[in-house]
């Protein structure tokens, strides 16, 4: 499948070597064709786990990580859209070159079938990264259709890997530039894109709001997915709160502009504490 569906990922190309006989064979990953060696598969058997040999030890302990952790993750991104998801692949390396965590990740598509072969960068020394970007990219498998390649659905899949990963991800935050940019309405309307800070930006803190006012995650992203490529933010608070769609961005932009200390982060309403 041609479409990407990212988070800050920037992909680079390898000479492609033998890959290892040793474990399954490797699926054919988004961006990657270097050697895929075969680290382990999780308890669960829903996620098996593969590394560029390249990247030495720092890169080996993070995917040995990501082995011990994948199950946990998974089951609590179960929780968070209320279905069981499938099995996925996972090859982690330096993408964009980075070793930190910062090239994100990717994968094919928003679900189970073309996006189950995901990309994640290297975080040397920091697996909780490693665990936060695969959360990105599953809880996007996990909201079917195309919602993971809007503005909607690019937010919802940070704030669950800001949730599942204990926002280990603070550095990728969208929400201030948002507002520095001039706080354009994107309630009331879709980007159909996931790589525009500004509408995700908007997203974050909007949902920031709602889990602040007691709508958990778990109750979001159903609605989120129920709604589909379509929904607006302005809709997915009418239903949360039965309040009238039209006054979810007024409403929003008030809350915002109260704000003590303005927009510094994902989080401007302490919504996920």
């Given at each position: 499948m041609?479409?990407?569906h990212r988070i800050r990922a920037t992909a680079i190309s390898k000479k492609a070597r033998a890959a290892s006989a040793t474990g399954p064979?490797?699926?054919q990953w988004p961006s990657y064709q270097g050697t895929s060696q075969y680290?382990?598969?999780s308890p669960s058997g829903r996620l098996t786990v593969y590394v560029d040999p390249t990247l030495g030890a720092p890169g080996l302990q993070n995917a040995q990580?990501?082995?011990n952790d994948g199950d946990r993750v998974a089951n609590a991104n179960d929780a968070i859209f209320g279905t069981t998801?499938?099995?996925?692949?996972v090859i982690i390396y330096a993408l964009g070159g980075a070793t930190d965590g910062t090239g994100g990740a990717d994968h094919g598509g928003c679900d189970y079938t073309t996006g189950n072969a995901i990309e994640v960068c290297a975080s040397f020394g920091n697996s909780a990264r490693v665990s936060a970007l695969f959360e990105a990219e599953l809880s996007e498998c996990s909201m079917g259709g195309d919602l993971c390649g809007y503005?909607?659905?690019e937010a919802l899949s940070r704030w669950c890997a800001a949730e599942v990963g204990n926002n280990a991800l603070s550095d990728f935050a969208t929400a201030p530039t948002w507002a520095q940019d001039g706080m354009a309405d994107w309630v009331d309307q879709v980007e159909p894109t996931d790589q525009d800070a500004d509408s995700i930006g908007c997203g974050m803190a909007f949902l920031s709001w709602l889990m602040s006012q007691g709508y958990a995650l778990d109750?979001?992203?159903p609605a989120m997915v129920t709604l589909g490529t379509n929904g607006t933010l302005a809709q997915l608070y009418s239903n949360l709160t039965s309040q009238a769609a039209s006054g979810a961005w007024s409403n929003f932009l008030a809350a915002v502009n109260a704000l003590p200390n303005g927009v510094t982060s994902d989080d401007p309403f302490g919504g996920g504490a």
């Open positions: 041609s479409m990407h064979a490797a699926p680290v382990g598969t990580d990501l082995v998801g499938g099995s996925v692949s503005s909607t659905g109750q979001i992203a």
